[in-house]
């Protein structure tokens, strides 16, 4: 039979002679590559202290954003949750009163905005799919919880820092 | 009666008490350090970092693993032979730490004008009594094994047993040839002898190489763990065991891996003797105590290249086949020790 590749290697079956058959040789050189490894570099990344860094367009942890000054964006149009292939988003509207122009960008908002982590594939349509800006994929993951409640984030987990009021936080949050 | 009591040393007895501790804890503390070094040894080997979490280095991990050892719960099988049960982790101990009764730790020290030795006892059979101790050994396994009553605990233990029933015939047949050139048995005698004129090493090498394999046979280490063999037999002769049974199991083998090696330095590579250096000119320099104390750092030096030797090969080279073992015991390492002593026997003769 034709071999496939260029690499085929016939298998010595020959029986060994005395200088094989003594071992220590073959022993000394596998105990030469072992020595070798010691000094290798380690692959490893020690993690907590180092981290790998995300590639840009890394999906992770999911921002509702905010306008330039401190403003919620989100609407609670609801397209993000029909985007969502997992259904992992739900929302409630509200409508803005009189006196919260500075807090909601348009007169309505989402008083209630959940996404469940561990059913969140982290595809990033929502997205794609919202009109406002408003939902962003972070370059962080969702740490780990004790309980399946603590993986519902809701709006405090959610919400970026006002860049206003606490324009550090709002820095660090962004990236 | 009163004459005779107080003709008793009894500052000798104290310092030997004191001796007998400071080698006990720090044989436990060496072979506490082992289990570091030998994962650290394990990682480096496999490209990893081994335990690093521990304190700095991971230096504090065998007290993390010893803690939790001591947390498990102590497991003793309702069918096992109870008293037998308790006594093989025991006797395991006891006799791994028995072999360091005769080692010479270092020449001598001289303090509140006494001649304190670095011995516990400087027997004349020195190397008789380790031979009897390290048979002993065997019980400890056998008797876990046989007193868990498990198939596989007790399949280990009698592969266990008879690996170092084997090779303990080849360890001595070696040992002969070296005894025929230094004609004492005492290990103080034979490290004297290497102060003064060359390593046994190498006037041995031969002998040396025969009673490095079956030290490792007798350590149970890895290219010889058949009693241990975790894909064939479950976890060998100590499965049963939990706690700190199982620890004393355990460590029980690093201590003996460390007073093997404390013998092989002491038989071949001059013991306590600071290499390249005139150890009887440094005391005329110096002074008897820095001296001793040089001659404990060097020992110990010897030992750790040699607990680094044992690890090392543990993480090279895979485990025997029974048969491959029983092979290398019977049809080559004793016909290989027969003609050693033989050569050893015909070249003193022809030297006169």
């Known amino acids: 039979m034709q071999p496939l590749t260029s ?30 490894h010691m000094f290798k570099k380690k692959p490893t990344v020690n993690y907590p202290e180092k981290q790998r860094p995300f590639s840009p367009v890394f999906r992770g942890l999911h921002v509702l954003n905010r306008d330039e000054q401190g403003r919620e964006r989100c609407t609670a149009c609801g397209l993000c949750a029909v985007a969502c292939p997992a259904e992992a988003i739900t929302m409630e509207a509200a409508e803005r009163l009189p006196g919260e122009e500075n807090l909601y960008r348009e007169e309505k908002y989402a008083a209630k905005y959940e996404i469940n982590m561990l059913r969140c594939i982290f595809c990033g349509l929502c997205e794609e799919a919202c009109p406002k800006d408003a939902i962003y994929l972070s370059e962080t993951f969702a740490p780990s919880n004790y309980t399946r409640k603590g993986f519902i984030y809701g709006k405090e987990e959610l919400l970026i820092p006002n860049p206003v009021t606490q324009p550090e936080e709002f820095a660090k949050a962004k990236g | 009666m009163h004459l005779t009591l107080l003709a008793f040393d ?11 501790l400071i080698i006990i804890s720090v044989s436990l503390l060496v072979a506490m350090y082992e289990t570091w070094g030998e994962r650290k040894v394990a990682a480096f080997m496999q490209d990893r970092r081994g335990p690093n979490r521990a304190g700095p280095g991971g230096i504090l991990q065998p007290l993390a693993d010893g803690l939790k050892l001591f947390m498990k719960e102590e497991i003793i099988p309702l069918t096992s032979s109870r008293f037998l049960f308790v006594l093989g982790p025991g006797l395991a101990m006891l006799t791994a730490m028995m072999t360091s009764a005769v080692v010479p730790w270092s020449s001598h020290f001289h303090l509140w004008g006494r001649d304190i030795s670095m011995q516990i006892a400087d027997v004349n059979i020195g190397i008789l009594y380790i031979f009897g101790v390290v048979s002993m050994g065997v019980y400890g396994i056998m008797i876990g094994g046989w007193a868990s009553n498990n198939k596989f605990s ?28 230094t004609g004492s048995l005492s290990l103080k005698t034979i490290v004297e002898q290497q102060q003064v004129g060359h390593y046994y090493v190498l006037l041995q090498p031969l002998g040396f190489l025969i009673f490095l394999i079956c030290a490792f046979a007798e350590c149970n280490r890895t290219p010889f763990d058949l009693s241990e063999a975790e894909n064939e037999l479950n976890f060998g002769y100590h499965q049963e065991y939990s706690s700190m049974k199982l620890g004393f199991y355990l460590f029980a083998e690093y201590v003996n891996m460390f007073i093997s090696s404390a013998v092989m330095a002491t038989l071949y590579w001059g013991g306590y003797d600071i290499p390249f250096v005139n150890d009887a000119a440094l005391v005329g320099h110096w002074g008897q105590n820095p ?9 110990f030096v010897k030992i750790l290249i040699f607990i680094f030797f044992f ?20 049809k080559v390492l004793i016909p290989l020790a027969l003609a050693n002593m033989l050569a050893t026997g015909a070249f003193i003769l022809w030297k006169g």
Do not use: C, H
């Not at chain 2, 009894?10 to 007998?20: G, P, R």
């Not at chain 2, 399949?155 to 002969?176: D, P, V």
């Not at chain 2, 690890?311 to 019977?330: A, E, K, N, S």
């Open chain 2, 10 to 20: 009894w500052v000798l007895l104290l310092e030997k008490a004191v001796l007998i």
């Open chain 2, 154 to 181: 007790l399949l280990a233990a009698i592969r266990g047993a008879s690996q170092i029933i084997s090779y303990e015939l080849a360890m001595g047949l070696s040992i002969i040839a070296l005894l025929m050139i």
């Open chain 1, 7 to 36: 690499r085929a290697k016939a298998v010595d079956r020959k029986p060994m002679n005395l200088w094989e058959r003594m071992y220590i040789p073959a022993i000394a050189k596998g105990m030469s590559i072992t020595f070798g």
């Open chain 2, 311 to 330: 690890m090392w090969v543990r993480w090279t080279i895979p485990r025997f086949r029974y048969d491959q073992l029983m092979r290398l015991g019977w």
């Open chain 2, 291 to 299: 001296v001793a104390v040089l001659q404990v750092v060097s020992l």
